[in-house]
């Protein structure tokens, strides 16, 4: 019997980072905060981005998007092109969603539960039709039937002041909140510096 020699070509690639002076900002970032309008869904299309009093979040950010760009050996450098918060209420979630026209996106956790519900995050190839590991709908989730070669969805869980990074083609959602506790999230989408 040889030994097989496996090459991974085509990974998805989430980064994530924890913001080291959240402390520093939190109190005022989440009093201008109260001041932002948010529609029933706990939705707003304030474009913090362009915002200066979030300069220093702004920047840390894209610092950390261009690392990734990098990673994937992107040539351009990567800008915020629009950002928006969400201020999840109890039984307010995300179905399953792209951010098209974005190359890189992210959420950056502000204000969260670590025990409220995480981001799911869905492969590119999650519809396999020949269904090559003879799953049922039962079997869905259960981590012992996959690897990194097949997991069909991953999730991560809110940390405050955490931020992801991940390709604006990944679907990803939220599952319906459960609880009361605060869930405060920016997004954000980047693409080339013209």
Request: charged share 25%.
């Amino acid at each position: 019997m040889s030994n097989i020699n496996l090459e991974h070509w085509f990974p998805t690639t989430i980064g994530y980072v924890d913001c080291p002076f959240l402390k520093d900002i939190y109190d005022n970032y989440g009093n201008k905060i109260k001041s932002i309008q948010f529609d029933e869904a706990g939705f707003s299309y304030t474009q913090i981005h362009l915002d200066d009093d979030f300069k220093k979040l702004n920047n840390w950010i894209t610092d950390n998007v261009n690392q990734y760009a990098k990673a994937h050996k992107f040539p351009d450098l990567y800008v915020a092109k629009e950002s928006w918060v969400m201020n999840y209420k109890k039984g307010g979630g995300q179905p399953w969603h792209t951010h098209a026209g974005s190359t890189i996106s992210t959420i950056f956790y502000f204000d969260v539960n670590k025990n409220d519900t995480g981001t799911k995050f869905r492969s590119p190839t999650y519809n396999d039709i020949l269904n090559p590991l003879n799953i049922s709908p039962v079997d869905d989730e259960k981590s012992d039937k996959y690897n990194e070669l097949t997991f069909p969805t991953c999730t991560y869980n809110p940390v405050q002041g955490r931020l992801l990074i991940f390709r604006g083609y990944l679907e990803h959602s939220v599952k319906n909140k459960a609880s009361d506790d605060k869930r405060i999230i920016f997004s954000y989408n980047y693409g080339p510096k013209k």
